[in-house]
């Protein structure tokens, strides 16, 4: 289990030190070890949940940004329920787990889209 977290923290740590303009990654909460391990490790910049963006489900995810502003809620759904944190143990119970919102991934689409178009006109110039 501690080689898997090291694992992880490395790769958290190539991503957030890559010589890249905008970043944005997305993880859970993050257990002290794991920040302990994390080279230039910052805490999140944002959390949001997918009944923000158009689910009625309960599920935090942390954002750490590097120059792109935070999300702003695009679809505030009411009826929210906790599925993925009751779900009973199985066999895709960890697929449901790791599954990413499309409501959250339009919503960095339609807002950071425009910071990848400038991006490439001003390298084209």
Known sequence: MWAE?????????????????????????MHKHAKERIDNYEEFAQSVQ???????EVKRTCLWLR???????????EGRQARVHRMPPGP??????????????????DQWGEYATQQFYQEAA
């Open 5 to 29: 977290l090291d694992e992880g923290a490395a790769l958290f740590s190539a991503f957030w030190n890559a010589p890249i303009d905008r970043i944005c990654i997305e993880n859970p909460v």
């Open 67 to 77: 120059n792109l502003p935070p999300l702003v809620p695009t679809n505030i759904v």
């Open 92 to 109: 895709d119970r960890w697929r449901e787990r790791s599954r990413f919102f499309s409501g959250i991934a339009a919503a960095m689409a």
């Open 50 to 56: 997918p009944w923000q963006f158009g689910h009625p």
